[in-house]
């Protein structure tokens, strides 16, 4: 396991397993995954400084610890050593049942609390509908799971293969921007982008808006969020929930919300969940049929 730890004012560590199971401790992980080529130095910069606040805030300890994937983070979790995790929806779905946890806390972007997924073509293409894009180039951000689960559910919905058998590649960029970009001067047939990101795109660039249509999109989404062990004390579960609303307006945490490119955070209800769950659902029959 590759796990980066830190500590404010103190020296840092190979693991989070290696540390004590302390109540009086709030123990914090974050799925770097998730991150839209981000550099991690300027992360882990952020995220110090607001565990400083987040401890002299509240009273007690805060230690963060950086997960290259979730499932490495998860391992914390059910061993006892973190109490907070940020991950994806999907994720979070995926695991809950086989693990206690609750819902905390979703990131809002340009004021909005759901995202939806977009696919963009040339407006000068004759492209009017997915199935014009069978045997096309596909551009993407990478990692964006979600997105890929929004697509191949979409296409098995109407008789097709997954995305990776319909289209004649799948392009993979680090940043959505560039995916965007790539599409608006012609090295790819499609762009799979989030609403927002587009949205910032056309503010920066009109013509973006100009070049690229969409033909399809998502209902909407809250992709990202943060979680709790379900068996921490209820000071603790209240601590947490206090202190990430009240700490947002600080510049630590705008910096950590800006670099996960998001605005604000909002109590997470179920109800949020239930277009993912859907969309989830959804995969999975279309998927089983698919391969009966």
């Known amino acids: 396991m590759f796990v980066f730890l830190w500590f404010p004012n103190s020296h840092a560590s190979d693991s989070a397993s290696g540390q004590d199971k302390d109540p ?44 290259p994937d979730f499932d490495s983070l998860m391992e914390e979790i059910r061993e006892g050593m973190l109490d907070f995790g940020t991950t994806t929806t999907l994720d979070y779905l995926r695991i809950r049942k086989k693990n206690d946890v609750e819902l905390l806390f979703g990131a809002s972007r340009g004021g909005k609390e759901t995202q939806k997924y977009l696919l963009l073509v040339r407006s000068d293409s004759s492209v009017t509908s997915i199935e014009d894009l069978k045997g096309e180039t596909l551009l993407i951000r990478q990692n964006d799971e979600i997105g890929m689960v929004f697509l191949d559910t979409l296409l098995m919905k109407r008789g097709f293969r997954k995305a990776s058998g319909f289209f004649s590649s799948i392009v993979e960029k680090k940043k959505t921007a560039r995916a965007i970009l790539s599409l608006f001067f012609g090295k790819g047939s499609a762009c799979l982008a989030k609403d927002a990101d587009y949205n910032i795109m056309k503010e920066l660039n009109p013509q973006i808006g100009k070049r690229l249509k969409v033909i399809t999109c ?75």
């Not at 995954?33 to 300890?61: C, E, F, N, Q, Y």
């Not at 990202?224 to 947490?240: E, T, V």
């Not at 700490?247 to 109590?267: E, G, M, T, W, Y």
């Open 24 to 67: 009086m401790v709030l123990n914090l992980g974050f799925d770097t995954h998730i991150l839209d080529d981000v550099d991690i130095t300027d992360v882990r910069a952020a995220i110090d400084v607001w565990l400083s606040i987040l401890a002299k805030r509240m009273g007690v300890p805060a230690k963060g610890y950086m997960f």
């Open 218 to 292: 998502s209902p909407d989404f809250v992709t990202n969020m943060a979680f709790i062990r379900a068996d921490l004390s209820d000071w603790k579960k209240k601590l947490y929930q206090r202190a990430m609303i009240e700490l947002q307006n600080s510049v630590a945490v705008s910096q950590i919300l800006h670099l996960f490119k998001s605005d604000k955070v909002f109590n997470l209800k179920e109800r949020h969940l239930e277009t993912m769950k859907t969309l989830l659902e959804e995969y999975r029959m279309l998927n089983a049929e698919g391969s009966s």
